[in-house]
């Protein structure tokens, strides 16, 4: 089954997109405030998208700082 493709035309539809209020809101991604009806920027994603990115792996300061010393939990 293919879907279709959903294309984010407007910051409002985004994932990203914390309404706040009436006048706009927030866009978690980026920190700033935006309004609902900007044309959205190239990190948006769709809200419901079946696709969604894996988290990166970020290594501990242990890791960093002593790679030779298993880390014990």
């Known amino acids: 089954m293919e879907y279709a493709s959903i294309n984010v035309s407007t910051c409002r539809f985004c994932s990203h997109y914390d309404p706040q209020g009436r006048r706009g809101g927030e866009c978690r991604k980026l920190g700033v405030p935006v ?4 044309r959205a920027c190239p990190l948006a994603m769709a809200a419901f998208t079946t696709d969604t990115p894996k988290p990166i792996p970020i290594p501990s300061v242990r890791q960093v700082m002593f790679p030779t010393i298993p880390e014990t939990k």
């Not at 309004?35 to 900007?38: E, K, S, T």
């Open 35 to 38: 309004r609902g009806y900007w």
